[in-house]
């Protein structure tokens, strides 16, 4: 399948929808693919030819020889999980460098002590904590809006020992009263000689790769190029209008990729909303329609809902519309990918919620995702007629079983959005498009 122009993929829910497959199907034929949120919290799980990965970092683009991947000045950007990735992608024979990779001079460095201020800050949270990948997000993006980040053209600078030292200095300070435990392990992370040996090394395989995308991504979207976004996280976990404080700290939509390309929404022509075929969650925050006994246990265990990055069971339950229609509106989401259909296939019930209640209000459309809204809002069910045959293994769209067509159309005559994408199974050949 062939996408022209500029496209973004993003995530509808709490992320792990199974975005990695479409940006991997879709980048086959992409000039540049963008990853433009997030860091090393996201796991996309690609699917193909040279194995199975789980990346973290480097966009999926990476397998097209003829692509530029590009990671851009919004990411957070972790130069030692970059490397691994580049590394394991090279044992496996895929091509990189800077031809095929462009790392943002913009794109801001986790450090370690972000890391250590991560984990810290969970500590300090408790009951409440926001249940991080602990990979440094938060404190980098804080760092970031604090104008203190030290960033990867940073990184070819002279005086990159320094900028880091000084930085290092006050940092230490900082977690130093973080750290109520007086926990070792901090003092290890912040070793003076290891953080400048690991940067070396890492500077060694970036180098090459650090430059300015800006200029190269509008010159290729004003020639008409195909222009792949890749989005991590989902909307519901955007640090504006996701669940907060139950959030990542960057913009997983729209917003997100404009603020890291310059491109407006007039300059896209698909933003596809990568939505499951039911709703999964890691880490803390409401879940309207989690299941938190039998039924769920059953998702999990058929969807194998276990978070790519973390291994952290993942919370499951029935695809949430009230969610995925605000998740439509605050996206500007026009085209839906449905995945993971064919885990519905094992279960004995299948619901849908259509809308909630709160305070004696019927809410279509969630109409904020405020916490607290959240957490009281009642989940209203549709029970839907479960199919007796599998979808797995099924070519052809129209020969799904009947009642499974009528869920994809329930959906999209819900929510008045094309499901253009349907997904039965993880492999890239196991998809519908109905795009004309
Ligand atoms: P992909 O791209 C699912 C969640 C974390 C936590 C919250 C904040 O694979 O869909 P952070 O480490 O970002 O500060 O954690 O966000 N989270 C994700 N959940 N998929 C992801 O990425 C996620 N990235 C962050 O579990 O609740
Ligand atoms: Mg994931």
Redesign the pocket.
């Known amino acids: 399948m062939k996408l022209k122009g500029t496209n973004i993929v993003i ?1 509808t829910a ?3 929808s199974g ?1 990695g497959k479409f940006v991997d199907v879709f980048s086959h034929s992409a000039d540049l693919v963008v990853r433009f949120n ?1 860091g090393a ?4 799980t690609v699917v193909n030819d040279y194995g199975e990965f789980k990346f973290h970092l480097i966009p999926t683009g990476i397998f097209n020889p003829n692509a530029l991947s590009i990671l851009a000045g919004s990411v957070a950007l972790s130069p030692l999980t970059l490397v691994s990735e580049i590394e394991e992608l090279r044992k496996k024979s895929v091509k990189i460098s800077e031809k095929n990779l462009l790392i943002s001079e913009y794109a801001h460095i986790i450090m370690p002590w972000h890391i250590a201020r991560d984990t810290l800050r969970e500590t300090a949270r408790g009951a409440s904590k ?4 602990g ?1 440094g ?2 404190p980098l993006y804080a760092d970031r809006t604090e104008r203190i980040g030290v960033r990867m053209g940073d990184m070819l600078r002279e005086n990159f020992e320094e900028i880091i030292l000084r930085e290092l200095a006050w940092q230490k300070q900082l977690i130093s009263i973080m750290n109520v435990n007086n926990d070792d392990i901090y003092g290890e992370m912040l070793d003076k000689d290891k953080i400048l040996a690991d940067f070396r090394a890492a500077k060694e395989v970036l180098a090459p790769m650090i430059g300015n995308p800006l200029p190269i991504i509008w010159k290729a979207q004003k020639e008409g190029a195909n222009i792949l976004g890749e989005g ?3 909307m519901l ?1 955007d640090i504006d209008l996701g669940t907060y404080p ?4 960057s913009h997983p939509g729209i917003t997100g990729f404009s603020i890291a390309t310059g491109l407006q929404q007039n300059d896209i022509q698909r933003v596809i909303g990568v939505t499951k075929a039911y709703q999964t969650r ?4 409401p879940m309207p329609t989690e299941l938190t006994g039998k039924v769920g246990d059953k998702l999990r265990e058929l969807g194998n809902e276990y978070g ?2 973390t291994g952290r069971p993942r919370r499951c339950g029935w695809l949430d519309l009230p969610a995925l229609r605000y998740s439509l509106q605050i996206g500007g989401i026009n085209s839906i990918a449905l995945t993971k259909i064919d885990i519905l296939d094992g279960m004995d019930e299948i619901k849908i919620c259509t809308h909630y209640e709160h305070n004696s209000r019927r809410y279509d459309t969630l109409p904020t995702a405020d916490a607290e809204f959240m957490a009281e809002a009642k989940p209203i069910y549709k029970t839907m007629p479960r199919w007796q045959s599998p979808t797995e293994g099924i070519k052809n769209f129209i020969d799904f079983p009947k009642e499974a067509q009528k869920y994809v159309k329930f959906i999209e005559d819900s929510v008045g959005v094309k499901v253009e994408i349907i997904s039965n199974g993880p492999a890239r050949n196991e998809v519908f498009y109905r795009i004309e």
């Not at 919290?41 to 996309?44: D, E, F, R, S």
């Not at 139950?246 to 700290?249: L, Q």
């Open positions: 995530d709490w992320g792990d975005k997030g919290n996201a796991g996309h926001v249940g991080t990948t990979r997000i938060g991590a996280q989902g976990l139950y959030v990542t700290s890691v880490g803390s925050g790519a990055t």
